[in-house]
């Protein structure tokens, strides 16, 4: 089974595969399992389906996706447009939408970095995670897992695991920091990913 990486950020330059996947060891130690894809993510999209349209067409087979943060708005977008491509789906981290502070600090930098109103709203609207409805989460059909932020922040707060949780069935894997914060270690991260992704079960 490949597994496809997609990595956080929001439009933010700083961060891409190599800065979230690559220097924080996921990329190698996944490796070690088997053939993973980690692409770039297509800088300042204007929406969420062209993220999942990206995704879509990067593989013509089955994947694992293991989705960190914002990164799971683009990686559900491309399970509810593709489910046939999508085999497993691992959401970690993933970034709490409808917070008001976070929402308005998220809205404003976004708009210093260009994005007109139209867009802003398109990529801050949505449910539980932003660009998808809950009743399109809650229609998905593969297994899902999903890993919280531990310690929690702002930005990746509890109560958007619990949601994913009610609306999926999701699997709850172990709690770690995100990357690429300093505290992140990969090996346990790796280990779950390994045992939910590539499972037969």
């Not at 924080?24 to 996944?30: A, F, R, S």
């Not at 994947?63 to 691992?90: D, I, K, M």
């Not at 930098?109 to 867009?119: N, W, Y």
């Not at 695991?161 to 690429?180: N, R």
Request: proline fraction near 7%; hydrophobic fraction near 40%.
């Amino acid at each position: 089974m490949t597994l496809l990486l997609v990595a956080g950020g929001f439009w933010q330059d700083e961060i891409d595969a190599e800065s979230f996947w690559g220097r924080t060891g996921v990329l190698d130690g996944l490796r070690a399992h088997g053939e993973v894809l980690a692409p770039e993510r297509p800088r300042r999209a204007r929406s969420w389906a062209a993220e999942g349209d990206f995704l879509a067409n990067l593989v013509t087979e089955p994947v694992t996706v293991v989705a960190g943060s914002n990164g799971c708005s683009a990686a559900a977008r491309f399970a509810v447009a593709r489910p046939q491509l999508v085999e497993r789906l691992v959401l970690a981290w993933p970034a709490t939408a409808h917070d008001p502070e976070v929402d308005g600090f998220t809205r404003d930098a976004l708009r210093e970095l260009g994005a007109d109103d139209d867009t802003v709203e398109a990529l801050l609207g949505g449910g539980t995670l932003r660009g998808v409805g809950d009743d399109e989460l809650r229609g998905l059909g593969m297994p899902v897992a999903v890993v919280p932020s531990e310690p929690e922040n702002r930005m990746h707060q509890r109560y958007t695991v619990d949601a994913i949780k009610e609306l999926t069935g999701a699997t709850e894997l172990p709690g770690c920091p995100e990357p690429p914060m300093p505290a992140f270690q990969p090996d346990g991260f790796v280990h779950s990913v390994v045992q939910f992704g590539l499972s037969r079960a």
